[in-house]
């Protein structure tokens, strides 16, 4: 029998009728660990992660995993082992990276909103850098690291005030957007920075959004970043490392955005032709390392036909799989196991008592209950934005590698989720 894989996941192929992960059937998986549950390849992994490395050989750079789109210690260890830093938003993610042994140095701390507490303790692990995203944190940096008694090393995160094309509530590198400082502020940023005893300038940094599937607004803000590094290195500031944020889109539905290393092929060239190319480059990917690397199986628990739409209710749901009700993101949903029949036209929905909950809209399916089912495309910002909503516990994660297979996250217990509750007397 043939092998066919979708466009974006080679690493997950149907052979023999059934899908599997690298050298696993997962029908096997979602058997011993239950369902919903991601499934994720760690080849795929490394594999994305290859495409930046190819891109990067001969220069200075740092990749550092935007773990928020995938946190999971397993994950974290794959990306750790094979040379990345990390790119956290929260002192939580920075316990994350601490407790798999990762290397404090390797770190940089992005996000608008860092508090004193979180602050001290990234100085006291020893990070890489902090990505300022305002004046007025700047003087609260200064201020923490001075108390200290070390100094804080920053970048300041620009907003280079170009539209990434994707969908608003991922988009950051507009005016509009509450990231980064203002381009037109930047320069007095950093002289501030300079000035402040605290503090030790180390790079500039930009991120525009998430999802982009066309190099041309990265070309774009790479430009308007170069034009800042010009006059703030004509300030008497140096700057050691350029960091260009994560951003890069994977292929959910057809879309194909440019390879990483196709698109750092344009992007170096640029630099290059600008007069930058030996400076240390540092990127923060998230979602095109680890999204196409997971898939989230769950099983059909009902079929419920309609006078205006069949239902295909699943057991997983909006708490598990949030970025359709957030964003109306498209995952293929396909069956594990297809089968030889007359497919109908339904909405994949979960448990969850809201219409928001739905995974996918009219999908034409030949399914019965009892049936798995994959969400495709679901190892980014699936298992990282799961809640707990309906006191739902969280799937469990495996991570394929070859033939073997790691749980790396048990599932969730309901006693899990009441842990710290207390009753009132
Ligand atoms: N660096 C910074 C400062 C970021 O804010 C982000 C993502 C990244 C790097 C990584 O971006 P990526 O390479 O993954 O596109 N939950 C949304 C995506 C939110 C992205 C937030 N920031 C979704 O499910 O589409």
Redesign the pocket.
């Known amino acids: 029998m043939s092998t066919t894989t979708t466009p974006g996941q080679p690493f997950f192929a149907w052979r023999q009728g059934q899908l599997h992960a690298e050298d696993l059937p997962v029908a096997d998986l979602a058997r011993r660990y239950g369902t919903p549950l991601f499934v994720y390849s760690k080849a795929s992994m490394l594999a994305a992660l290859a495409a930046y490395q190819r891109g990067f050989a001969g220069r200075k750079s740092k990749i550092c995993y ?1 773990m ?2 995938n946190s999971s210690l397993g994950v974290l260890q794959v990306f750790a082992q094979a040379g990345c830093g990390f ?1 956290i ?1 929260s002192g939580g993610e920075l316990e994350r990276v601490l407790a798999i042994g990762g290397k404090a140095a390797d770190v940089i701390f ?1 996000g608008v909103g860092k508090t004193r507490v979180e602050m001290a303790r990234a100085l006291e692990a020893g990070i890489g850098c902090f ?1 300022v995203e305002s004046e007025s944190e700047l003087e609260v940096l200064a201020e923490v690291a001075g108390a200290h008694g070390c100094t804080a090393p920053v970048s300041i995160r620009v907003n280079p005030n170009v539209d990434p094309k994707t969908h608003p509530y ?1 988009s ?1 590198g507009l005016k509009g957007n509450k990231f980064g400082v203002a381009h037109e502020r930047t320069l007095a940023a950093y002289r501030r920075a300079a000035d402040l005893r605290g503090l030790r300038v180390v790079g500039i940094d930009c ?1 525009i959004g ?2 982009i599937t066309d190099s041309s607004p990265y070309l774009d803000a790479m430009d308007r970043v170069l034009d800042l590094v010009d006059a703030i290195e004509a300030a008497g500031i140096p700057l050691q490392h350029i960091d260009f ?4 889109g994977i292929d959910y539905q057809g879309v194909q955005p440019p390879a990483a290393d196709q698109l750092w092929a344009q992007l170096l060239r640029k630099l290059d032709a600008r007069g930058y190319g030996d400076r240390e480059l540092m990127i ?5 390392l680890v999204g196409n690397a997971g898939v989230c199986l769950t099983e059909v628990l009902y079929l419920k036909p309609g006078e205006q739409k069949n239902f295909c209710i699943v057991d997983a749901a909006m708490n598990d799989l949030p ?1 359709p009700a957030m ?1 109306e ?1 498209y995952h293929a949903i396909l069956p594990v196991a297809p089968r030889d029949a007359a497919e109908a036209r339904y909405d994949v929905v979960g448990p969850v008592c809201e219409s928001g909950d739905w995974l996918g809209r009219n999908r034409d399916l030949a399914v019965q209950p009892g049936d798995l089912l994959a969400v495709m495309s679901a190892g ?2 699936c298992m990282s ?1 799961a809640s707990n909503y309906n006191t739902r516990p969280r799937p469990a994660e495996v991570l394929v590698d070859g033939g073997h297979a790691h749980l790396i996250r048990e599932r969730e217990q309901p006693a899990d989720l009441m842990r710290g509750e207390r009753l009132v007397g």
């Open positions: 935007a928020k789109a790119d938003v992005s990505n991922i950051t991120h998430s999802q944020g994560g951003g890069l923060e990917p998230g979602r095109s970025r964003y993101a980014a910002y934005m």
